[in-house]
C-alpha cells in the first residue's frame, strides 16, 4: 500500500509541476490524486471508522484554510471593484526609473503582507502599464515586484498562502512572525532591488502619452476611501481577533466579510441594481479564483494520507540522518519550492514534523514561512505572483532566468543568512 501511495502522489505531483507544459490545470491533478489516494488508503485498510474519523480531521483543517482564503478574496475583490487601490498606486510618481523601484519595490513589500502577493502583484503590475511605455522596463520591473510581493508576504501571516496555512495550523503566532521574519524579508528584497536600481540609474521614466487611472468604473472618492480602509482594516484585524477571541482566523474573515458586505449594501443602495451590481459582494464572490481554492483542497487532502499513513514522518527521519541540519533541509525545501508549487511542500513539511517536537515558533516553522515565501522568487513559475506576471507582461521563462533568477537567489541566500544570524544572536 505505502509504495502505492507514494508512486500516486509523485505522479500528481509531477503532473502539478508539468502544469502548462501538459495543459491540464493543477486542480484536476490534486483532486484526482487525492481521490486515488483516499480510495487506496480506505481500501487496503478496511477500517472504515478510522479513515472515516482521519478524513474529518483533515477536512477541518483544510476547510479553515478555505474559507479564510475565500473571505479574504472577497474583501480583495470588493475593494478592486471600488478603484480602492488608487488610494495608493496614485501617489506613485517620480521621473527617474530607479527612484520608482524603489517606490515600487517597498510599495509591493508592504502592500503584499497586507493583502496577499498574487493580488499586489496583478495591482502593481496593472500600474505599470500605466506609467511606462517601454515593455523592456516593465519587465524589470515585473521581476522585482514578483520578488518583493513574495519577501512581504513571507513575514505577515495573511501575506502569503503558505504562511496563513502554518498560522491557522497552529506552527507559528502573529508577532512572531512579524518579529522573526520580517528584517530577512526585508534583505531579500533590498538585494535584488539595490543591484536593479543601480542599473537604472540616470533613466528617465517614460510613460504613455495617455494616462487613464480608471478601470471605467464610476465610483466616489468617499466609495474609493471608505471600502479601501474598511478592507484593509478587516484584514489587519483578524491577527489581532485570533489573539483576542482564540477563535480560528476564517471566523474573523468571515465576520469582516458581513461587515464589508452590509457596509457596501449601505452606501449603494440608492443606486438602481443595474448600476451598483459590479460593485456588490455577491459580484466579488463570483470573481474569486475558484480554481485556484478547489487546488488547496485537493493538495491538503492528498498530503494528510501520507501523514496519516507515517509516510511524511519517515521522509522527516530519512531527511535527519542523512542531512542532518534544519536549516540545510529548511534551505533546500524552499530552493525546491521554485520549481514546484510551495502549497504541497509546505503541506508535506507540516505533516513530516511533528508539533509535540518542534513547538509552535520554533526554529524550522519561522524559517520554512520565510524559505518557501521567498524562495519562489528564483524560477517565474515558482510562486503565484511569478506565474501571474508572466501571463500579464508576456515574460518568456528564460528571459527571467537570465535577468532576474541570479537576483533572487542572491537575494533568499542573503535573508536566509540574516535569519540564521539573527536566530543565533537572540537565542
Not at 507544459?21 to 480506505?42: Q, R
Not at 480602509?229 to 469582516?256: D, E, M, N, Q, S
Amino acid at each position: 500500500m505505502l509504495t502505492a501511495l507514494v508512486a500516486v502522489f509523485v505522479l500528481a505531483y509531477a503532473a502539478i509541476a508539468l502544469e502548462h507544459p501538459l495543459k491540464i490545470n493543477k486542480s484536476a491533478s490534486a483532486l484526482v490524486g487525492a481521490g486515488v489516494l483516499w480510495t487506496i488508503y480506505a481500501m487496503s485498510t478496511g477500517d472504515h471508522h478510522k479513515i472515516s474519523h482521519e478524513l474529518g480531521h483533515s477536512l477541518m483543517g483544510t476547510a479553515q484554510i478555505v474559507f479564510f482564503l475565500m473571505g479574504a478574496m472577497a474583501i480583495v475583490e470588493v475593494v478592486d471593484a471600488h478603484n480602492g487601490f488608487e488610494v495608493i498606486t496614485k501617489r506613485i510618481r517620480t521621473a527617474q526609473l530607479s527612484k520608482l523601484m524603489w517606490l515600487v519595490g517597498f510599495v509591493t513589500f508592504f502592500l503584499s503582507a497586507l493583502l496577499d502577493n498574487l493580488t499586489t502583484t496583478i495591482v502593481m503590475i496593472s500600474l505599470m502599464r500605466k506609467l511606462l511605455s517601454n515593455h523592456a522596463d516593465r519587465l524589470f520591473f515585473a521581476g522585482i515586484i514578483v520578488i518583493a510581493a513574495n519577501a512581504g508576504g513571507a513575514w505577515s501571516p495573511i501575506g502569503d498562502v503558505t504562511t496563513t496555512m502554518l498560522w491557522i495550523g497552529g506552527q507559528i503566532t502573529t508577532m512572531n512572525i512579524i518579529s522573526s521574519v520580517f528584517l530577512p524579508s526585508a534583505v531579500s528584497l533590498l538585494v535584488p532591488l539595490g543591484i536593479t536600481a543601480y542599473v537604472l540609474r540616470g533613466r528617465p521614466v517614460v510613460g504613455p502619452e495617455h494616462i487613464d487611472m480608471d478601470h471605467g468604473l464610476k465610483t466616489t472618492e468617499f466609495e474609493r476611501n471608505t471600502m479601501f480602509l474598511l478592507g484593509l482594516g478587516i484584514l489587519i484585524a483578524v491577527p489581532a481577533f485570533k489573539t483576542i477571541t482564540h477563535l480560528p482566523p476564517f471566523l474573523g474573515i468571515l465576520f469582516g466579510l458581513g461587515i464589508l458586505w452590509l457596509v457596501g449594501d449601505l452606501i449603494h443602495r440608492h443606486k438602481e441594481d443595474q448600476s451598483k451590481q459590479h460593485l456588490t459582494l455577491a459580484h466579488a464572490l463570483s470573481r474569486i479564483d475558484m480554481s485556484s481554492l478547489v487546488f488547496f483542497v485537493g493538495i491538503l487532502l492528498a498530503v494528510a494520507t501520507l501523514e496519516h499513513t507515517h509516510i511524511l514522518s519517515s521522509l522527516a527521519r530519512w531527511l535527519d540522518q542523512n542531512v542532518g541540519r534544519l536549516d540545510l533541509i529548511v534551505i533546500l525545501i524552499g530552493m525546491f519550492s521554485a520549481v514546484v508549487d510551495n502549497v504541497p511542500l509546505v503541506a508535506a513539511s507540516m505533516g513530516m514534523y511533528d508539533l509535540a517536537r518542534y513547538p509552535t515558533d520554533h526554529f524550522l516553522w519561522e524559517f520554512l514561512a520565510y524559505c518557501a515565501g521567498t524562495g519562489g522568487s528564483i524560477l517565474i513559475i515558482g510562486s503565484a505572483a511569478g506565474v501571474a506576471a508572466m501571463g500579464l507582461e508576456k515574460i518568456h521563462f528564460f528571459w527571467y532566468v537570465k535577468n532576474i533568477s541570479g537576483l533572487a537567489l542572491i537575494g533568499y541566500l542573503a535573508g536566509a543568512g540574516t535569519y540564521i544570524l539573527q536566530y543565533n544572536l537572540m537565542h
